[in-house]
């Protein structure tokens, strides 16, 4: 019996909708939703499937996307991506682990709905201008033009150098050493002096409502963090294609990522909502 391509293309499909949607949750809601339209398809009208496959998922993801603007403007603090677990073999494709980092998809949420479209489709996925047209009910000239401001967006925030995973690997376990001990003078020499923290608690757990900014006051946060709780543990694993960490605190999972820059920690992501953290125990299947 002949595989359905949808099942063929699905981890595909799940990657273009969790890159539009920086949530695993809604992804798979948009993937099932999908499946219904798919399923009512004249397949023998379908050219290339897999394009068509695409353009049905990025629709339903646009439309995902503009139902959760609002539920993201009341977030309670910051809204960061869900933090996925992943093998090492999606760091091998240095630009899927690239456009699925937790720091990159934090900059495509700065992006609009259509705009975050076509970055995805036509950065990471290389699709043509014109099926990237259809897919999001434009112009291929206006693509084009909608490509080129989204480039630039993305260019001035995203961070500025791309480190080996070795190298990552490396500050990663530097830094939860630091963490777990408390020792401020070993997280002080892991941070870069201009250092930002980012939490996310949605407003179920404590975590910081607004970016904590510099090493003089990221380190000692820290510090008091690993004090203040009796149960803290950290792990290295492999999150959103990048080695990042995994902490217990009090039996209670929390996901940090980090961005690293000349061998320092430039940019610390903590995601504390439970909600966001079911996934830490399945691994994602990821494909470009």
């Known amino acids: ?49 897999r394009a068509y496959l695409v353009r049905i998922v990025t629709r339903q993801a646009l439309n995902r996307l503009r139902t959760l603007s609002r539920s993201r403007e009341e977030y309670v603090g910051e809204w960061l991506p869900e933090p996925l677990l992943t093998s090492p073999d999606v760091a091998e494709d240095v630009e899927l682990a690239e456009s699925v980092s937790i720091a990159m998809l934090t900059v495509l949420e700065t992006l609009g709905p259509v705009e975050r479209a076509v ?108 004090r203040v709780v009796a149960g803290f543990e950290t792990a290295t694993v492999w999150l959103n294609g990048a080695p990042a960490g995994r902490i217990e605190i009090d039996g209670e999972p929390a996901a940090v990522s980090l961005a690293v820059e000349n061998g320092r920690v430039t940019r610390i992501y903590v995601v504390r909502n439970p909600r966001k953290l079911t996934r830490l125990d399945e691994l994602a299947e990821l494909a470009r």
Request: glycine content about 6%; proline content about 4%; aromatic content about 6%.
């Open 1 to 49: 019996m002949t595989e359905d391509p949808f099942v063929a293309h699905r981890s595909l499909l799940f990657t273009v909708a969790y890159e539009m949607l920086g949530s695993a949750a809604d992804a798979e809601d948009v993937l099932q939703e999908s499946w219904l339209r798919w399923a009512d398809v004249d397949r023998s009208r379908v050219g290339d499937v």
């Open 119 to 226: 970055f995805v489709l036509r950065e990471v996925f290389e699709l043509p201008y014109r099926e990237i047209a259809e897919a999001v009910g434009k112009s291929t000239a206006a693509v084009r033009q909608i490509a080129r401001r989204a480039r630039e967006h993305v260019a001035a925030r995203q961070p500025r150098v791309r480190v080996n995973r070795a190298e990552q690997h490396v500050v990663v376990a530097r830094f939860l050493v630091a963490l777990r001990t408390g020792q401020l003078q070993e997280l002080m020499e892991v941070l870069a002096p201009d250092v930002v923290l980012i939490a996310d608690g949605g407003g179920l757990v404590a975590a910081a409502l607004a970016p904590v900014h510099g090493a003089e006051l990221v380190a000692p946060l820290l510090a008091r963090a690993n």
